[in-house]
């Protein structure tokens, strides 16, 4: 890129917290000074609030950068951490896991269950052979057993590798060999919208391929007809039937505690490798001061998959760790209708509810009288993770869910970094919408020019960090080279340019005149008209804050004349009509509404109005199929696709183009 990105965007608009919930907050603006004046005494303090076997000998080793160690010589159990301690100081009867299944059915667990049935896991595991360094593949959908997996595995120091429901045999097969697992712990099935998916399959057909596998453990949900072989073995006979008595044995700081493979929207999978002191520092000090969670009286909701890496750190190991009371949803939103999710915030008397943009977006396609329908009082705080959170949904989701009142915490963080690094703090911070804000206490985050070089207030270009984080990756699983070349090697050190290593995100930002960081899209998707970079997430966000659209995708495609030219594919809001002239007219003016909010340089060629997106299985629009439509290709990988028929919809051109 021969130039910063554009930097076309002006949201004025700001928005303070909340006065009681600023005058009791978990974390007030003191953390900023304390972290600033030693950032490692402030990380270990972090570290001080989970329970250690041994001390460490030393924060942070970085004499081998970029391959970080934190808390050398420091031994604690993650499970022990997520479970016994809370059940040890009386509190085994507070429920853990409130869980709604998709037809209705519900689970309490409460951590006395759940460390039950962990240590039951972890008997069982050990007696199929697992020990301590061995991979275990998970592949579950959204039931308590999938949080069990995982802690289980913790607990006796196996490394999990969760992988997504929703892949493929060959998906599957890639991450189980790739980790060379050892046994793999899956269902029968889950529900989705109505019906039992089946997964045991899959595992068949995968495992069919994977030497390594040894035992497949299959957990019984929907009760569907499996194919049996002499590897597998029945959840409720294994381990349900196992001791529950189970001592946690102490590793590491930096034993690896999983592998999560990256969605990947180019190239091969990256397995990212997580370990276990800093990790679970970092996800419990985030969830304690971004979310401001009370576990005695807040009830939390992660709507996100734990195939993904939020579901990792934010559904099992930072609320668990603070003793959270959460809420686990089994299905999709709007199954059997679209209020279910405010009907699950209504009878859980969700507290803080943590989501994606792209559900917000799909929130405001259905229209606001869906929310209206329920009672949302008991909400106090509002997250959004995954993609940049365009400024009128951000509005939307203050107004309808929020009741024109609450904070919202738009969390900025990667797979690769393994916790929350950019986000507001609810007691301190004055949002703005569609801006992560601020780095975190004990975070060094900039946005930098092609040189490298910190780009001053207004300015735009890369998001790097310029010091390492407790809960950052610490290589890709089986290829130190690739983690360097990937990460290291564009800025700093790594790049042959000063003796800092400079981790290099992939994200293009801007820093707006008070200092504050927006982002921008991955840098991949920036688009490059007639010699100036136009960040897509800002032209989506001009296309969104029109009052038909409900959500919009945009691409630069091939123009001979222009480079490239920008494409917009848009979802009108839920009653817009777009039959024909109606259709051309709303086109039309979209196009000059996007001229008059970004300027002319970022009007676009082109704009279909389409039903649906293609997005991945965690709620990402994936940019490059809609290249190939607008450069009239034949279609890439689909694999990581959430619903392939979405793009037979779209290049049928529903709703026409112009
Ligand atoms: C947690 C997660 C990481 C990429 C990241 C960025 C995008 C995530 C965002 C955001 C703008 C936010 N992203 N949160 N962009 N604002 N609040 O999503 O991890 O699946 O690895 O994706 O997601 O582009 O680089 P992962």
Same mark, same amino acid.
Request: charge should be negative.
């Given at each position: 890129?021969?130039?910063a990105?554009?930097?076309?965007?002006?949201?004025?608009r700001?928005?303070?917290?909340?006065?009681?919930?600023?005058?009791?907050?978990?974390?007030t603006a003191?953390?900023?000074?304390?972290?600033?004046?030693?950032r490692?005494?402030?990380?270990?303090?972090?570290?001080g609030?989970?329970?250690?076997?041994?001390?460490?000998?030393q924060?942070?080793?970085?004499?081998?950068?970029?391959?970080?160690?934190w808390?050398v010589?420091?031994?604690?159990?993650v499970?022990?951490?997520?479970?016994?301690r809370?059940?040890e100081?009386?509190?085994g009867d507070?429920?853990?896991?409130?869980?709604e299944?998709?037809?209705?059915?519900?689970r309490?667990?409460?951590?006395?269950?759940l460390?039950?049935?962990?240590?039951?896991?972890?008997?069982?595991?050990?007696e199929?052979?697992?020990?301590?360094g061995?991979?275990?593949?998970?592949?579950?959908?959204?039931?308590?057993?999938?949080a069990?997996a995982?802690?289980?595995?913790?607990?006796?120091?196996?490394?999990? /590798?969760?992988?997504? *429901?929703?892949?493929?045999?060959?998906?599957?097969?890639?991450?189980i060999?790739?980790?060379?697992?050892?046994?793999?712990?899956?269902a029968?099935?889950g529900f989705?919208?109505?019906?039992?998916?089946?997964?045991?399959?899959?595992?068949d057909?995968?495992? %069919?391929?994977?030497p390594?596998v040894?035992h497949?453990?299959v957990?019984?949900?929907? =009760?569907?007809e499996?194919?049996?072989?002499?590897k $597998?073995?029945?959840?409720?006979?294994?381990?349900?039937?196992?001791?529950?008595?189970?001592?946690?044995?102490p590793?590491?700081?930096?034993?690896p505690? +999983?592998?999560?493979y990256?969605?990947?929207?180019?190239?091969?999978?990256?397995?990212?490798l997580?370990t276990?002191?800093g990790?679970?520092?970092?996800?419990?000090?985030t969830?304690h001061?971004?979310?401001?969670?009370?576990?005695?009286? #807040?009830?939390?909701?992660?709507?996100? $998959?734990?195939?993904?890496?939020?579901?990792h750190?934010?559904?099992?190991?930072g609320?668990?760790?603070?003793?959270?009371?959460?809420?686990?949803?089994?299905?999709?939103?709007?199954?059997?209708?679209?209020?279910?999710?405010?009907?699950?915030?209504?009878?859980?008397?969700?507290?803080?509810?943590y989501?994606?943009?792209?559900?917000?977006?799909t929130?405001?396609?259905?229209?606001?009288?869906?929310?209206a329908?329920?009672?949302?009082?008991s909400l106090?705080?509002?997250?959004?993770? =995954?993609?940049?959170?365009?400024?009128?949904?951000?509005?939307?989701?203050?107004?309808?869910?929020?009741?024109?009142e609450?904070?919202i915490?738009d969390?900025w963080?990667?797979?690769?970094?393994? %916790?929350?690094?950019?986000?507001p703090?609810?007691?301190?911070?004055?949002?703005?919408?569609?801006?992560?804000?601020?780095?975190?206490?004990?975070?060094?985050?900039?946005?930098?020019?092609?040189? *490298?070089? /910190?780009?001053?207030? *207004?300015g735009?270009? +890369?998001?790097?960090l310029?010091?390492?984080w407790p809960?950052?990756?610490?290589?890709?699983?089986?290829?130190?080279?690739?983690?360097?070349e990937? +990460?290291w090697?564009?800025?700093?050190?790594?790049?042959?340019?000063g003796d800092?290593?400079? +981790?290099?995100?992939?994200?293009?930002?801007?820093k707006?005149d #008070?200092g504050?960081?927006?982002?921008?899209g991955?840098? #991949?998707d920036v688009?490059?008209v007639?010699?100036?970079?136009?960040?897509?997430?800002?032209?989506? /966000?001009?296309l969104?804050?029109?009052?038909?659209?409900a959500?919009?995708?945009?691409? =630069?495609?091939?123009?001979?004349?222009?480079?490239q030219?920008?494409?917009?594919?848009?979802i009108?809001?839920?009653?817009?009509?777009i039959?024909?002239?109606?259709g051309e007219?709303?086109?039309?003016?979209?196009?000059?509404?996007?001229?008059?909010?970004?300027?002319p340089?970022a009007?676009p060629r082109q704009?279909?109005?389409?039903?649906?997106?293609?997005?991945?299985?965690?709620g990402?629009?994936?940019?490059r199929?809609l290249?190939d439509?607008?450069?009239?290709?034949?279609?890439?990988?689909v694999?990581?696709?959430?619903?392939?028929?979405?793009?037979?919809?779209?290049?049928?051109g529903m709703g026409?183009g112009?």
């Open positions: 890129m021969s130039e990105l554009a930097n076309l965007l002006n949201e004025t700001q928005f303070p917290p909340p006065a009681e919930l600023a005058a009791n907050a978990n974390v003191d953390a900023y000074a304390e972290a600033a004046e030693d490692l005494a402030f990380w270990e303090r972090q570290a609030r989970l329970h250690w076997t041994r001390q460490w000998d924060v942070l080793d970085w004499s081998n950068a970029p391959f970080a160690k808390f010589g420091g031994q604690l159990n499970a022990y951490n997520c479970l016994d809370h059940v100081a009386g509190r507070k429920v853990a896991i409130h869980w299944g998709e037809p209705g059915d519900t309490t667990v409460t951590y006395a269950d460390h039950k049935l962990t240590c039951q896991a972890a008997n069982a595991l050990t199929l052979g697992v020990t301590a061995d991979r275990v593949a998970i592949y579950l959908p959204m039931i308590p057993e999938a069990v995982m802690l289980a595995c913790a607990r006796i120091g196996a490394t999990h /590798s969760v992988v997504f *429901g929703g892949f493929s045999a060959d998906a599957l097969t890639n991450r060999q790739d980790a060379s697992a050892k046994v793999v712990i899956t029968d099935g989705r919208r109505g019906k039992p998916s089946a997964l045991k399959p899959t595992v057909e995968a495992v %069919a391929n994977c390594s040894e497949v453990l957990v019984r949900r929907t =009760g569907e499996v194919a049996w072989s002499a $597998d073995h029945w959840w409720h006979e294994t381990v349900e039937t196992a001791s529950p008595e189970h001592t946690a044995q590793f590491d700081a930096e034993h505690l +999983y592998i999560l990256t969605s990947g929207t180019t190239a091969r999978p990256k397995g990212i997580h276990t002191g990790y679970l520092t970092q996800t419990s000090y969830t001061a971004i979310f401001d969670l009370k576990p005695e009286t #807040d009830v939390y909701w992660c709507t996100a $998959d734990i195939g993904w890496v939020t579901g750190s934010y559904i099992v190991y609320p668990l760790s603070n003793g959270a009371t959460q809420v686990m949803y089994e299905g999709t939103p709007d199954t059997p209708h679209k209020g279910r999710f405010w009907e699950i915030v209504d009878k859980y008397k969700v507290t803080l509810l989501t994606a943009p792209t559900l917000i977006r929130m405001m396609k259905w229209g606001e009288d869906i929310p329908g329920y009672d949302l009082s106090r705080l509002l997250g959004s993770v =995954g993609e940049p959170i365009n400024p009128e949904a951000w509005i939307w989701y203050r107004q309808h869910v929020g009741r024109g609450l904070p915490v969390t963080w990667q797979t690769e970094t393994g %916790a929350i690094m950019i986000s703090l609810p007691g301190v911070t004055e949002a703005k919408p569609g801006s992560a804000m601020t780095a975190l206490p004990g975070i060094v985050a900039d946005v930098v020019d092609d040189q *490298g070089q /910190s780009v001053p207030n *207004g735009g270009g +890369y998001l790097v310029r010091e390492p809960s950052m990756l610490r290589t890709i699983w089986g290829d130190d080279n690739r983690f360097i990937t +990460y090697s564009r800025f700093g050190a790594g790049a042959n340019n800092d290593w400079v +981790y290099f995100a992939g994200d293009g930002a801007k707006d #008070d504050h960081i927006w982002l921008l991955r840098v #991949d688009m490059l007639s010699g100036h970079n136009i960040s897509t997430t800002e032209v989506e /966000s001009a969104v804050s029109h009052p038909s659209v959500e919009a995708a945009v691409v =630069g495609a091939t123009d001979p004349t222009t480079g030219a920008i494409v917009a594919f848009a009108p809001r839920g009653s817009t009509d039959s024909g002239e109606a007219q709303l086109i039309a003016d979209l196009r000059n509404h996007v001229a008059k909010t970004l300027g340089i009007k704009i279909m109005l389409v039903p649906e997106l293609p997005k991945t299985r965690s990402k629009i994936m940019r199929l290249r439509v607008a450069e009239n290709r034949s279609l890439g990988d694999t990581t696709l959430q619903d392939s028929s979405v793009m037979d919809l779209i290049s049928s026409g112009k």
